[in-house]
């Protein structure tokens, strides 16, 4: 590798130092501040697999390290009635616990089987209507960053069902980023376990909602599931979102090629000016990632249904999050997750999702 070229990675690095929003805090503070009920906007419970490990701090609950099993857990998570949407209001350090100026947890439950987790969940999924949405996050993200997007996603969405985050052991530093994608490649046969589980629970549809470098690990696992003959988990496989995805073009045609084309076609959201993953495909020896591949219509070819997002607005300066923090393409996620009747159905408002990249 040649000096400039290290050069620029690590100016890069230092760029891109914000990817996963923030520097990790605890989940769980002191002593919480009482709000009026009128000052919550909403309150949600997350059901959360994970392997990272347990926390000796309990107010942190899973740290970084990698567990080698499933752990289980639930978060109830309130909203402020202040919220606007695509934000996650968050506490800064210092401040109150304040559940009427920011997103918090108000408790965590453990569960110490994955039987005991199966039963909680048959439950919350049985009183939702029968639907699960499967929020797999991605690199350089803290436990405590990831409940609170899939929080903030379930809550602008609109999302009927019953939220399960698979947050794997990302190392939630900029300087981890080959320690997240080794726990990444640790991850994929405990999310194909999480899938099996889910599909199990009495659930009729199963969505996936992946970003970043958690659509490798969300590929990878549904490619598991075709080789072993279940690649829609009976039929309950809904729709399967992947958001600026982190993965070589070439790895991504391999993974559907042995997937086969889906009943229903991925949706893809790409945007060619994500500078996060510029630097990924700088790492990679300047190989384009799926998330910022500029050909739509060749990927089109393996089934997915590719939506350009370059000229939709993102509010991080890193353009890697849009499909959260954009308010009118996350409500439209939304609606798209919410159909419920095929892809004739979907298909207008996939397309109107479309409509919001021109």
């Known amino acids: 590798m040649s000096e400039l070229k290290k050069i620029c990675i690590l100016v890069l690095a230092l760029l891109v130092a914000g990817c996963g929003g923030r520097p990790t805090e605890e989940l769980?503070?002191?002593?919480?501040?009482?709000a009026?009920?009128?000052?919550?906007?909403?309150?949600?419970?997350?059901?959360?697999?994970?392997?990272?490990?347990?926390?000796?701090?309990?107010?942190?609950?899973f740290d970084r390290e990698r567990s080698a099993t499933l752990?289980?857990?639930?978060?109830?998570?309130?909203?402020?009635g202040i919220h606007e949407t695509g934000r996650i209001e968050r506490r800064s350090r210092g401040k109150s616990n304040d559940p009427a100026k920011y997103f918090m947890a108000s408790d965590v439950v453990g569960y110490d089987t994955a039987p005991q987790f199966s039963s909680a969940l048959s439950a919350d999924i049985a009183a939702r209507g029968g639907r699960v949405m499967v929020f797999v996050h991605g690199y350089n993200t803290g436990f405590d960053a990831a409940v609170y997007r899939v929080t903030q996603i379930a809550h602008d969405s609109g999302y009927p069902g019953t939220p399960v985050l698979f947050s794997w052991a990302s190392g939630?530093?900029?300087?981890?980023?080959?320690?997240?994608?080794?726990?990444a490649s640790a991850a994929r046969d405990q999310l194909e376990?999480?899938?099996?589980?889910?599909?199990?629970?009495?659930?009729r549809r199963i969505d996936i909602v992946a970003h970043s470098l958690g659509t490798w690990v969300t590929m990878e696992a549904l490619r598991q599931l075709a080789i072993n003959g279940d690649r829609d988990l009976s039929g309950k496989l809904g729709d399967v979102v992947l958001a600026s995805p982190d993965i070589d073009v070439d790895v991504f045609k391999s993974q559907m090629r042995r997937y086969g084309?889906?009943?229903?076609?991925?949706?893809?959201?790409?945007?060619?000016?994500?500078r996060a993953l510029r630097l990924s495909g700088l790492i990679a020896g300047s190989r384009p990632r799926v998330g910022d591949y500029k050909d739509a219509a060749d990927l089109a070819d393996y089934g997915v249904s590719v939506v350009d997002l370059s000229s939709v607005k993102g509010s991080d300066r890193f353009n890697h999050t849009k499909f959260a923090d954009?308010?009118?393409?996350?409500?439209?996620?939304?609606?798209?997750?919410?159909?419920d009747d095929g892809f004739a159905s979907d298909r207008e408002v996939t397309d109107r999702i479309s409509l919001l990249g021109q």
Do not use: C, W
């Not at 752990?71 to 909203?79: D, E, G, K, P, S």
């Not at 939630?172 to 726990?183: F, G, L, Q, W």
């Not at 084309?261 to 994500?274: C, G, H, R, V």
């Open 28 to 34: 769980l503070g002191s002593a919480m501040v009482s």
């Open 36 to 61: 009026p009920v009128t000052e919550i906007a909403g309150n949600h419970s997350i059901f959360i697999a994970t392997t990272r490990k347990r926390s000796d701090d309990p107010s942190k609950v």
């Open 71 to 80: 752990n289980y857990a639930r978060a109830n998570v309130t909203v402020p």
């Open 172 to 183: 939630a530093k900029t300087r981890d980023y080959v320690y997240d994608r080794e726990s």
């Open 193 to 203: 376990v999480t899938l099996r589980m889910l599909a199990q629970t009495g659930a």
């Open 261 to 274: 084309k889906p009943n229903k076609p991925f949706i893809l959201l790409l945007s060619d000016d994500d």
């Open 326 to 339: 954009n308010p009118e393409l996350v409500k439209m996620i939304g609606q798209r997750l919410r159909e």
